[in-house]
């Protein structure tokens, strides 16, 4: 199973986070870059993927990081805020 960790304290909006998944999901180049097609990409792996957040960041990262969240928690990964 897959872990991928992120910090959103390092990202200056939403754009940049769902850019940083884009490459560490390896996800497809059509990857439209939004919780739904986020949870699109994640149903149609065969494996779930586990989230680890060091910090959500804040204000409208932070707000995209929760969604991610649980987008990842309904895909039946694990996230854990560390």
């Known amino acids: 199973m897959q872990t ?3 910090d959103g304290s390092r990202y200056d909006s939403p754009r ?3 850019l940083a998944l884009k490459q560490m999901l390896s996800l497809p180049s059509y990857y ?3 919780a739904d097609a986020l ?3 994640l149903s149609e792996r065969t494996q779930p993927v586990n989230l ?3 910090d959500p960041g804040s204000g409208d990262v932070a707000s995209a990081v929760s969604v991610i969240c649980e987008v990842f ?3 039946g990964g ?3 805020e560390l």
């Open 39 to 41: 949870n699109d990409c």
């Open 16 to 18: 940049e986070l769902h």
């Open 32 to 34: 439209g870059m939004n």
């Open 52 to 54: 680890w957040v060091f």
């Open 78 to 80: 694990n996230v854990k």
């Open 4 to 6: 991928i960790m992120i």
């Open 73 to 75: 928690r309904d895909n």
